[in-house]
C-alpha cells in the first residue's frame, strides 16, 4: 500500500501540488485523474523524487520514502512509467528490459511472465525501441516498471497518443497486475478510468477536490471539471 499525506510538489519557488492526501491500496486501480495543468504529473515525480517536494507521510507498505533519492524508491518497490514511456530508442527491447534489473535486488533476470502479458515484445527482443510503434513502446516501459517487481505500478497517462485496440489490451493486463500489487494511474481520459479504476481521485489546481469509489463517485462533477 503507498499512504502519502500531506505532499506538496512544485518547481523552482513555486508550489503545484498542494497538502495531497491518497492511498493506493493492493488489489484496486487508483486513478488521479483532473485536466491538463491540474497538477497529476507533478503529484507523480514528486512521489518519485524527481522534483522539489515535502509530505507528512510518504510510505510504501511500511517503508518511509520520504527522505531517500529517487533511484532508492525505485529499489524500494515502486514500478514508475512516466509521460512520454521514455524509452532508450537506441537500445533493442531485450537492453531497455534489461536496464529494469537495475532496480531489482533479488533478481537478474526478465520474468517470463511479462512476454505472456506482451507476447509482441518476445518477438521484437532484437528490435530498437525507437522503431516500435506508440503502443509497442508503451507495452516495453510498462513491462520495464515490471521488471523491477513492484508492490506499486505507477502510470502517468498510459493512454496517451494509443490506438483503441492497445488502450483495451493495456486496460486488461492493469486489471490482471492488480492483485499482485497496487497501481496508481494518473489519466484524464474519463472513458479508461471508468473501465479500470476501482477508486478515483479528482485533482483541481493542485488539490483533491473529490474522491470515493468509481460506481460512487459524482461523474457528472468530474465530467464538468474534465471539461473546463
Known sequence: MLTIEDLSAGYGEGTVVNNLNLIA?????????????????????GIMGLIKSSADTLRLDETDLSKM???????????????GREIFPNMTVRDNLRIGLEANENSQQVPDYLFTLFPILKQFLDRKGGDLSGGQQQQLAIARALVTDPKVLILDEPTEGIQPSVIQEIGEVITELKSKMAIL???????????????????????????GLRNEIDLEQVKHTLAL
Do not use: W
Not at 69 to 83: D, E, F, H, K, L
Open 25 to 45: 491500496n493492493q488489489g484496486q486501480v487508483t486513478c488521479l485523474i483532473g485536466r491538463n495543468g491540474a497538477g497529476k504529473t507533478t503529484t507523480l515525480r
Open 69 to 83: 533519492p529517487t533511484y532508492r524508491r525505485a529499489q524500494s518497490g515502486i514500478g514508475y512509467v512516466p509521460q
Open 185 to 211: 494511474i494518473v489519466e484524464q481520459y474519463l472513458e479508461f478510468v471508468m473501465q479500470i479504476s476501482d477508486y478515483c481521485y479528482l485533482l483541481e489546481n493542485g488539490n483533491i477536490t473529490l474522491e
